[in-house]
């Protein structure tokens, strides 16, 4: 069900732009989701990594490329990846306004973020920023299994599927995608470290927020409800 907010989105002349941050793993995706249907479906939820992902199932030139850094655990090149992101905020569901899930990843990227938004009149972002400890992000993570046909996602700890192995969507087998496994993790949280942290300072404070991901879902979601609210109630 929409909330209060989403419809008073909805009704007002105004565009929103949510940054969902935070390490590989830190559940960008389930609250992502949350917040979509929160605001009634009025933004799309970009995820770059699934469009990446699009691209390796499609057996593309870029998808291939992205393979073979993704399986060494190394970033895509910011200039695929944000050629790949202005295609995307073309399309007329963006014309509110858009939520990204795991971009920016560099201060590079949020310097071109900030310029492609200015180009378009649109607002600079809210930034939610999910924070989880290293060890706690390497347990979901090995623990996730994912649909070989439909894509859906589940953990063998926290959201078995009703049948061992296989999806309650469709019946197909459950793989681990080669990005889940802890060497390749231990890698990637590495370079969040390295080249992402820094990201968290080109945010002003009025529009950065952090939040523990280390917590119940709906708990976190109440949170970042809860600072939406306050900032866009700021603005009428």
Known sequence: MQSRFGKLFDAIQSSLIILLYGPPGCGKGTQGRLIIEWLGNTIPSISTG??????????????????S????????????????????????????????DGYPRTVEQAEYLDNLLASRNLPSPIVIHLDVPADVLVGRMVSRRQC?????????????????????????????????????????????EKLTRPVVAHYP???????SGDRSTPYIFEEITGILESVMDAKT
Request: proline share 5%.
């Open 69 to 100: 850094i993704m399986a060494a655990g190394g970033l895509v090149p910011d200039g695929l990846i944000n050629a790949a992101l202005c295609s995307r905020i073309q399309q007329p569901d963006c014309t509110r306004g858009f939520m990204l």
């Open 148 to 192: 070989s046909q439909c894509g859906e996602m589940f953990n063998i700890l926290s959201k078995r599927p009703k049948v061992v192995g296989r999806c309650d969507v469709d019946g197909s087998p459950l793989i681990m995608r080669q990005d889940d496994h802890e060497d390749v993790i231990r890698e990637r949280l590495r370079t969040y």
């Open 50 to 67: 699934d469009m990446l992902r699009a691209e390796i199932a499609a057996r593309t030139p870029l998808g291939r490329e992205v393979q």
């Open 205 to 211: 404070s009025d529009r950065y927020f952090q939040i």
